[in-house]
């Protein structure tokens, strides 16, 4: 065994590695089972089990929550899947340099921006008063939209498809675009 002791000091840093970032943080992961208070701390905090689970389930948002949540990833991923394959394809067809930049910086732009300036930008774009897409409704004979706007008259979130185009265009920038770098 002591042997091989230059092959143990190889191994040592990935050993660290995982010790330290896969399973350190899950120590936390007793704060579910327990009614945590900061000043007593993880272990000083008392057990309660299973209760802050049954307190989830038996909620009356709990449904809605979930409901919510299911959408929003389902929506991502339907649309977020094949969206950027059609742009990637689309920009790869535009012959000229200059429109094929402009749209790679555009796109490329929110990978390099805090998600709050992002959202911030959203709802610039998107405002019912002073939104480039609502001006551009109105000069075409439309009436404003407020998009991130209220519930419906059926509870349901009108902000879901805008949500889904957030995402697409700030957290799935790390899939490039194959257009030719002429």
């Known amino acids: 065994m002591l042997e091989h002791w230059q092959l143990y000091l190889m191994a040592l840093p ?7 970032f896969v399973y350190k943080p899950m120590y936390g992961i007793i704060i579910a089972f327990k009614n945590y208070k900061f000043k007593l701390g993880i272990l000083g905090s ?8 049954r ?12 409901r919510n949540t299911l959408t929003l990833s389902g929506l991502s991923l339907l649309i977020g899947f094949p969206v950027p394959i ?11 340099e200059a429109p094929k930049r402009l749209f790679q910086t555009v796109s490329c732009a929110p990978h ?19 939104g480039i897409i609502n001006n551009l409704i109105e000069r075409l004979g ?31 920038q790390r899939q490039r675009y194959a257009v030719d770098a002429r």
């Open 14 to 20: 990935a050993l660290a590695y995982i010790m330290l």
């Open 46 to 53: 008392k057990w309660v089990g299973l209760s802050n689970f």
């Open 55 to 66: 307190r989830l389930l038996e909620s009356y948002w709990f449904p809605i929550i979930l």
């Open 86 to 96: 059609i742009l990637a394809l689309m920009v790869n067809e535009v012959q000229r």
């Open 112 to 130: 390099f921006i805090s998600t709050v300036v992002v959202c911030g930008m959203i709802q610039i774009f998107l405002s019912p008063s002073s």
């Open 142 to 172: 439309g009436q404003a939209v407020y998009f991130m706007g209220h519930f419906l008259q059926r509870r349901q979130c009108r902000g879901r498809g805008e949500y889904a185009a957030q995402r697409i265009w700030h957290l799935h």
